[in-house]
């Protein structure tokens, strides 16, 4: 008799991911999972790879709520030293604050150099242009401090050990554009991965933003950009067993972008540009799964219809339906700075949004 296992996934969304940390609070206060051990399967796409990897390596609540707490922006990226000396000062201006933290000063003394406020923005671009195109550049943003930052937060022996949940990580293949799924279990007929920190940073490397990051031949970025939610590798891995799956956002995944109290404003910086674009981008790649899933229902039920009538069904195979996953998500967007905001007044809040959100989506789902 098949087994009922449950599987817990969460999505990408930077400094949101305090987010993650509230709503596993309230999964465990409710009983649904056990405190520094988690549920069966545990999953997640970039900042959501992260929190479920240290699921596996076993922290409790209190220690993911002080490991997000002792984290500042320094702890996570820096500059990258890709980008040639003549073009730091412009972009330490435009990703001001995505550089500094509260803890050391906030935006100040990132304004541009005398001889940069005198340049008019196309002789500017004409002379970036001009050295981008002879100098290899890989990123704006170099992740050494974040990897420094999670090897303190990673128990890797436990997470590749039968005592630590099914773990799947997703990521995004540079050369081809395919989804890869790392897993530390059997997955697809292919053997179970060692996890590592480099899978994690894999995960996580925001195209452009970030570095990629290479694994053996391959070359990945965020897996944001093909799966924020990854359902199907959760399904094939729980084979012949019932799922209860609980998916958790950052994002409200049945906001539409329209004129209403609840939009989002319009961005005024780079920064808050390509955060609204990361924004509609996770809760597209959401859509998608969920759509794919009611489908994969609906089939189910029309072959169980006419083998009940007496009807073969088309050859092919027939797939089980899977309970649609309760999603945990806020009733309204974020505010556009708080997917790089990492500092402890913001994650205390993100703390407890989470958390109440949970308490209510799983009211709802017993009511």
């Known amino acids: 008799m098949a087994t009922k296992k449950k599987a817990l996934v969460l999505s990408g969304g930077g400094a949101r991911g305090a987010y993650h940390i509230g709503a ?7 009983g649904w999972m056990e405190d520094g051990r988690g549920p069966d399967i545990v999953a997640g796409t970039s900042i959501g790879a992260i929190n479920a990897a240290a699921l596996a390596s076993g922290l409790t609540v209190a220690r993911l709520q002080a490991a997000w707490l002792a984290m500042h922006t320094e702890d996570v990226h820096r500059l990258s030293g890709d980008l040639p000396p003549i073009a730091r000062p412009l972009v330490r201006f435009l990703l001001r604050s995505v550089l500094t933290s509260q803890a050391h000063g906030g935006e100040a003394g990132y304004d541009l150099p005398a001889e940069e406020q005198a340049q008019s923005a196309r002789s500017l671009i004409g002379r970036l242009n001009q050295i981008f195109r002879w100098r290899p550049f890989r990123s704006l943003l170099d992740t050494a401090p974040w990897r420094h930052t999670l090897a303190g937060w990673m128990d890797f022996a436990r997470i590749n050990s039968p005592a630590a949940p099914a773990l799947l990580i997703a990521a995004t293949e540079l050369h081809t554009g395919a989804l890869e799924v790392f897993c530390n279990r059997p997955l697809h007929g292919r053997p179970a991965d060692s996890i590592a920190i480099d899978h994690l940073m894999a995960s996580s490397s925001i195209p452009v933003v970030y570095p990629w990051t290479e694994i053996g031949a391959g070359k990945y970025w965020d897996g944001a950009v093909l799966a924020n939610t990854p359902l199907d590798p959760v399904i094939d891995l729980a084979g012949e067993d019932d799922l209860d799956i609980i998916v958790v956002m950052m994002t409200p995944w049945s906001a539409a972008p329209v004129a209403d109290s609840g939009a989002a404003p ?72 708080w997917i790089i905001d990492y500092e402890e007044a913001n994650h205390h809040q993100l703390f407890a949004l989470g958390y109440q959100d949970t308490l209510r989506a799983l009211a709802a789902r017993e009511g």
């Open 24 to 30: 596993i609070s309230a999964l465990v206060e409710q």
């Open 266 to 337: 319009l961005p005024q910086d780079l920064v808050q540009a390509l955060t609204l674009t990361l924004d509609w981008a996770l809760l597209a790649s959401y859509r998608v799964a969920f759509e794919s899933l009611q489908q994969r229902n609906q089939l189910a039920e029309a072959i169980a219809r006419l083998r009940a009538a007496g009807l073969e069904p088309p050859p092919g195979p027939t797939p089980r339906p899977i309970a649609m996953p309760t999603v945990i998500a806020p009733e309204r967007l974020m505010p556009l700075e």
